[in-house]
C-alpha cells in the first residue's frame, strides 16, 4: 500500500492545508479515504483526479466530504463525456447530503455515485481488506483499518478516545490518527483527541509507527502537540503534511 496525504487540516482549511483527504494505492487500485474542503485541489496536484477507483467517507461533516459535492462537475462534464459512477462507501444519508450541497434543488448524483451504507464490518474495496467501527464523535463516524499484503494501515477519523480506535489500531504498521486539541485544556468532551491521548492510543494499540494528522493550527501549536503525543508513545511520532507518502 502506499498512503498519500491530499488535506491533513483539522475542522477547517488551515494556512498550508486543506482539509482531510488520504490516497491509498495497492495493486494500481485508487482508494480516496474522505474528500474534505479543498482536497480536490490536492488531488490534481498529486494524482489524476479522474483515475479515483472508490472513496470512503469516514462521516459528513464538511471537513471530511465537502469535496465530493465538487467532484459531481468532474465526474459529469467531463468534455469527453461523463465517467463511470464511482463506487462511495458512506454512512446512511451521504447521497442527500451531498445532493443539497452541490444543487439547492437537491439534484440526485446517482449518476456520479453508487452509495453503499457503512456499518460496523469487513468487506472488500479493491484489493484492499478494510473494517470499519463507529469511534467517538457527535455525527455517525467511523475509524478505518485497512490490510494489504499483511501490511496495516488504521486511521482514526475524528474521535474522542474510545475501546473500539484501539481495535481497529491493533498491531498497524501505521496509525494514522487525529489530534485536534491541546493537553491540559479542558476540552468539549467526545469530539477530538488531544497529542497526549493520541499517542496513549498508539502505545495500547502497539502500533508501529504514529502519524499525527488533524491538528488545528488555530487552536494548539505543533510542538505542543508533538510534546505530549512523543510523552505518551516511546516510538516514532510524525506529523503529516500534504504531499506525504509512506510506502505499506
Not at 469487513?122 to 484489493?127: L, Y
Request: some cysteine; proline content about 7%; aromatic content about 8%.
Amino acid at each position: 500500500m502506499r498512503l498519500t496525504v491530499l488535506g491533513c487540516a483539522g475542522s477547517f482549511p488551515g494556512p498550508e492545508s486543506a482539509c482531510s483527504a488520504y490516497l491509498v494505492e495497492a495493486e494500481g487500485f485508487r482508494l480516496l479515504i474522505d474528500f474534505g474542503s479543498g482536497s480536490l485541489s490536492a488531488l490534481q496536484r498529486y494524482s489524476d483526479m479522474r483515475r479515483i477507483d472508490a472513496i470512503l467517507l469516514t462521516h459528513l461533516h464538511c471537513d471530511h466530504m465537502l469535496d465530493a459535492c465538487t467532484y459531481v462537475v468532474v465526474r459529469r462534464y467531463d468534455p469527453a463525456g461523463p465517467l463511470p459512477a464511482l463506487p462511495i462507501y458512506a454512512p446512511l444519508g451521504a447521497a442527500e447530503r451531498i445532493a443539497a450541497a452541490y444543487s439547492t434543488e437537491g439534484e440526485p448524483v446517482d449518476d456520479v455515485y453508487t452509495f453503499y451504507g457503512l456499518q460496523p464490518g469487513t468487506f472488500p474495496i479493491g484489493p484492499l481488506t478494510v473494517t470499519v467501527d463507529r469511534v467517538n464523535h457527535p455525527v455517525e463516524t467511523y475509524g478505518v483499518r485497512l490490510e494489504h499484503n499483511g501490511r496495516v494501515l488504521a486511521y482514526s477519523s475524528d474521535t474522542a478516545p474510545c475501546e473500539s480506535l484501539l481495535r481497529l489500531a491493533a498491531g498497524a504498521d501505521l496509525f494514522l490518527c487525529e489530534a485536534s486539541y491541546q493537553d491540559g485544556l479542558v476540552n468539549p468532551p467526545d469530539l477530538h483527541l488531544t497529542g497526549g491521548e493520541a499517542g496513549e492510543a498508539a502505545t495500547k494499540a502497539d502500533v508501529r509507527k504514529l502519524l499525527l494528522t488533524h491538528l488545528v493550527p488555530a487552536w494548539a501549536s505543533e510542538a505542543s502537540i508533538v510534546e505530549a503525543a512523543t510523552a505518551a508513545y516511546a516510538g516514532p511520532v510524525e506529523v503529516v503534511r500534504p504531499g506525504a507518502s509512506y510506502d505499506l
